[in-house]
C-alpha cells in the first residue's frame, strides 16, 4: 500500500482545482474564491479511537476539545479566524451514548465561545466500529489573503512558535492551545511568507512546506526548541530527534524575510509567553538539511507520523 503522502498526490492530480476552489489538496485548508475577490476557507480532520485518543482513558470532552482545536490549528496555519464548525460522529452501539455525547460536545463548546465560532450542523450514526469525530470548518481570512505553505523564498527565515517534542507521551496533544492568537498577531503586523501547522513532526512538515514552495531548507539541530516533555534521560541527539518527529506539537512553521523575523522576535505581545524561535532558513537548493550540533550538515530524514 501506498503511504500518506503518495495517496494524497494521486488524489490531487485526479481531481484538479476547478472554480471557484483556489487552493485544493496539499496545503492546510482548500480556499474558496469568493465573486468578489474574498477568500473562505474549508479545513477538515477525522480523529478515530484507539488511533489519535483512546476513550477508555482519556474524557469525552477532551476528544471534543481536540477534535476541534486541530481544525482550529489548520485555520491559524493559513491566517484565518473561525466562522462555522459541522460536527460528525459515528458512536459505538455499545456505548453510553447519552453521557459521551454530552461530555463530547462540552469540549466543543468551550472552543467555540473562546474563538467566536458556531457549530453549524454535522451527522450522527451509530455503528458496531469504535468512536470517530470528523470536524470540518470554514473560516475568513484576517487580512483580506489566506498564507499558504507555497509562499517561502530562497533567504527567509524560518520560525517555530513554540517548543517540540512529547506531546503524544505527556497527553499535551489533547489539551494544546490553537496558536490562532498568534497568527493573527504575525497577520496583522508583518508579512508572512508562508506558514502551516506543525501537526506530524517538524521535518515533515518542512519538506511538504519546501516541496510546496519550490525551495529548500537548512535546520540548525541546536536552535531548535526542544519541550521539556521530552525526557531529560535522552541523549542530546534523541531529545532533538523528538523534537523532529513526534508530531501532535501543533505549533506554527513560518517563513519570513530576515528584517520581519528579527522584527517579530523583538515584538512582545501584551499577555502572551509565547515566543518566536529562528531555527533554519529556507535555500534555492531543493531538500531539507541540518547542521548537527558537530557542525556537520546532513540531509534532513523525512520522519513523522504517516498513515501507512
Not at 531548535?224 to 541523549?235: E, W
Amino acid at each position: 500500500m501506498v503511504n500518506e503522502i503518495q495517496f494524497v498526490e494521486q488524489i490531487r492530480q485526479q481531481f484538479p482545482v476547478r472554480s471557484p476552489v483556489a487552493t485544493g489538496i496539499g496545503d492546510d485548508g482548500a480556499v474558496l474564491k469568493n465573486a468578489d475577490g474574498s477568500e473562505n476557507v474549508v479545513v477538515t480532520d477525522m480523529l478515530l479511537d484507539g488511533v489519535h485518543f483512546d476513550l477508555s482513558d482519556v474524557s469525552a470532552e477532551l476528544v471534543g476539545r481536540k477534535a476541534v482545536a486541530v481544525n482550529l490549528s489548520d485555520l491559524a496555519a493559513m491566517g484565518c479566524r473561525p466562522t462555522a464548525a459541522f460536527v460528525s460522529i459515528a458512536v459505538p452501539k455499545l456505548a453510553q451514548s447519552e453521557q459521551l455525547l454530552t461530555e463530547l460536545y462540552r469540549g466543543i463548546q468551550g472552543l467555540s465561545e473562546q474563538f467566536d465560532f458556531t457549530v453549524a450542523g454535522g451527522d450522527t450514526n451509530l455503528w458496531n466500529g469504535p468512536f470517530a469525530i470528523n470536524v470540518c470548518m470554514t473560516g475568513e481570512p484576517f487580512r483580506g489573503r489566506c498564507h499558504l505553505r507555497s509562499g517561502a523564498k530562497p533567504g527567509d527565515v524560518l520560525l517555530v512558535t513554540g517548543a517540540l517534542g512529547g506531546s503524544l507521551a505527556t497527553g499535551r496533544h489533547l489539551s494544546f492551545e490553537p496558536r490562532l492568537n498568534e497568527s493573527r498577531w504575525l497577520t496583522d503586523r508583518f508579512k508572512v511568507h508562508a506558514m502551516m501547522d506543525i501537526s506530524d513532526g517538524l521535518a515533515i512538515d518542512l519538506h511538504r512546506m519546501m516541496d510546496a514552495s519550490g525551495s529548500g531548507a537548512i535546520l540548525t539541530a541546536a536552535d531548535i526548541p526542544v519541550h521539556t516533555d521530552v525526557s531529560f534521560d535522552l541523549s542530546p541527539e534523541y531529545r532533538v530527534r523528538a523534537s523532529l518527529s513526534d508530531g501532535e506539537d501543533f505549533e506554527l512553521l513560518i517563513a519570513m524575510s530576515p528584517e520581519s523575523a528579527t522584527a517579530a522576535q523583538q515584538s512582545r505581545r501584551a499577555g502572551s509567553e509565547v515566543q518566536l524561535t529562528a531555527v533554519g532558513h529556507v535555500t534555492t537548493e531543493r531538500g531539507c538539511r541540518m547542521i548537527d550540533r558537530s557542525g556537520d550538515i546532513h540531509d534532513l530524514p523525512v520522519m513523522g507520523w504517516q498513515h501507512g
